[in-house]
């Protein structure tokens, strides 16, 4: 997984980025590529005192992480929501999903399931509307909570080529809990 989207570990930062030590390092990588192939990367917290329980298990999929003072995500200085996974928007497929947060377009990927996802559900802009005319079929996987659902609907009205998916948890725990064959079942695949 971590080849595939360039996934990576700030291990020391740069000067003026030291809060980004200990996180993810998820690029938003361009479909063509070339020297300028990153639009921006974006930083997911993986500090244990976050993510694991005071046993050393890790919260997810069953619990509820804790980020205290921090967000999960972090976004650079001045940068603006943008699709994350492109590439899969020029994939030949009848059919993409829409996900809440990179992990979970990352998830559906490696599913078979074309996918690209939001920065959370205040970050889906009108501009990114054109990107899906002409798939028979939006999926649009909700995460199953009040914000999820209301924004997940909002889109759907705006696509009507689209259908309003709840999984009943994020795609990444609904895979890791069901397995891909259930996925993809869910979704009508």
Known sequence: ???????????????????????????????????????????????DECVKDETGNYLAPTAKERHEKHGKYQSLPGDHPRL???PSLIRQSPYIALTEGELDAQASELADVPAVGTQGTGAWMPHFEPAFVGYERVLILADPDEAGLKAADKRAAAMPNSRVICLGQDVNSFIHTHGVGEYRKRLGL
């Open 1 to 47: 997984m971590a080849i595939r989207f360039g996934v990576g570990y700030v291990g020391s930062a740069l000067i003026g980025h030291e809060r980004l030590t200990g996180m993810l390092a998820i690029p938003y990588q361009r479909p063509a590529g070339g020297e300028h192939g990153v639009a921006t990367v974006r930083y997911r917290c993986i500090r």
């Open 84 to 86: 994350y996974n492109t």
